[in-house]
């Protein structure tokens, strides 16, 4: 992988802004292959396309690209609030890339990917709408709370300027991989249950800690009267595909990726 970006003729473009938004898709194409299923190059979408600037040929995964001359912190900036929810409820949810580049040696700091399954609705939060005299007045955007992205959802693809060995980025990437062959409401839940986990302050945790987050889940999915039992269903789900551990009845901790026997709760 080489990290860095071929020239942009700066003279065809109007802003700095532009010209690395350029640099940052074209190295994407360049070197980037799908994390699902490692076809490359990836195809990028029409301008304007809605949350999605690459969709892999191969396997129809989506990418969209983020990109900073600084650093992404725990908040990532998105655009509006609304939409967001919208792309979530409508499982169009692209998966992330988080590019941070050197601006004067024009190549690739940092990139790490966050897998689509994993955004919940719980993990963004509305800004403040925008007060006239502003253009936009009215307009409310959003950032994404990566803290509440469970950790092995969020991975690296080049760190300190190093490039991973592509079979671990795969193999990382695809511990989430039996969230995708979920239908959309099976997903929903694990997702919305995996963001309130990462709220919990100690782990291991309780049964009755994910309990606390009933009303919340209850919102999320209207259609659903048995909360509890459905929360306790996806604990055991994670446990079973490896992401949990279950430690005693009733307690569980943060999987060692292998999955697990089956238990009854
Ligand atoms: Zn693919």
Known sequence: MDLRFEAIPAAAYSSRSQIARVATQAWVRRELPCLACSAHPLRATPENTRSRDFV????????????TAGRFGRWVPDGAYATFLETIRLGRTPNLLLLEYDRDDRSVRELRAVHRTLISPLALAARRPLLPPARRAGWQGCSLDLGLVPPSGRVPIV?????????????AWSAYAFMVR???????????????????????FRLEEAYAFEEELAALHPGNRNVRPKIRQQLQRLVLEGRLQRLRPGLYAPGEGAPAEAHAE
């Open 56 to 67: 892999c040929a191969g396997c129809g995964e989506p990418y969209e690209l983020k990109s």
């Open 159 to 171: 760190t300190a300027r190093e490039p991973l060995p592509w079979p671990e980025v795969t193999a």
């Open 182 to 204: 979920l239908r959309e409401e099976s997903r929903g839940w694990l997702r919305d249950v995996l963001a309130v986990i990462e709220r919990l302050p100690r782990r291991p």
